[in-house]
């Protein structure tokens, strides 16, 4: 495992699919600020300062797309929800792969494929993790959010990083032999109770009853007669 770290650039995940070709893979790029950190549905991430985690892993399984790349997300939250485990929290996923600790939000994770003539060149696998920050900072932004210090623990963010690293390449592979599956259990467990359901799916919302998660990761919403598949959107 490979971390190279930078004082400030634009968005780490940017830098991995702009420099995709001259990364290794399984490389970390970190940094202590970013100017234009993104997440979901082009939503900006904001920075929090240095003390926070902006870390992207470049990965390069292979340059067939392979279905499972689609939960190297899920993935990452259940290895992050674990870690938080160690320090005496109690983490939950909130499909598909918010990190939220006392039902705030306290880590952001965002995928993006580098594809070239159908060719898969790499995955920009991000996560930012706010380790410190202060109640005026997470109350500016626009939703429930939290950092590990206000919820009473006190760690640096390179420790969190080499062992939030470690956890995830000490499991990756079979990850990627076994798929979903092999986090499905884990999953469940730190998965937020769900119920009566309303997901934002790019501009249309889906009401249903949640009827669990596929062995693929899909959310499946019960609506009247039907169960359908959920692969993308949000819980609101
Ligand atoms: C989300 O919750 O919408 C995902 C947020 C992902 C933020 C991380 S910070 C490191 C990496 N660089 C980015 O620009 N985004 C991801």
Redesign the pocket.
């Known amino acids: 495992m490979n971390i190279i770290s930078f004082k400030k650039i634009d968005?780490?995940?940017?830098y991995v699919k702009s420099n995709i070709e001259n990364i290794e893979d399984k490389t970390i790029i970190s940094v202590d600020a970013?100017t234009?950190?993104?997440?979901?549905?082009g939503?900006v991430?904001v920075d929090l300062g240095a003390e926070n985690i902006?870390?992207?892993f470049c990965l390069k399984p292979s340059e067939k797309i392979e279905p499972v790349y689609a939960n190297l997300t899920q993935y990452l939250s259940v290895c992050l929800c674990k870690e938080f485990e160690t320090f005496g929290l109690n983490p939950q996923i909130k499909w598909p792969n918010?990190v939220l600790v006392s039902n705030k939000?306290i880590c952001?994770?965002?995928a993006e494929t580098v594809i070239k003539r159908g060719m898969l060149k790499g995955i920009a696998l991000?996560?930012?993790i706010n380790v410190k920050s202060s109640l005026p900072a997470v109350g500016a932004i626009d939703r429930p959010v939290t950092a590990l210090n206000l919820e009473g623990v006190s760690i640096s963010k390179n420790d969190l990083i080499n062992s939030l690293a470690k956890r995830f390449f000490d499991g990756y592979e079979d990850f990627l032999k076994h798929g979903f599956k092999a986090i499905k259990s884990d999953y469940e467990k730190f998965s937020i109770p769900l119920g009566e359901l309303n997901l934002a799916i790019f501009n249309k919302i889906e009401c249903g009853n949640f009827a669990g998660f596929d062995d693929d990761g899909n959310l499946l919403l019960q609506k009247n007669d039907s169960v359908v598949k959920i692969n993308m959107g949000e819980i609101i």
Do not use: A
């Open positions: 968005s780490t995940n940017t970013q234009q950190g993104h997440g979901r549905f939503r991430w902006y870390m992207t918010d939000k952001g994770i965002l991000g996560i930012g």
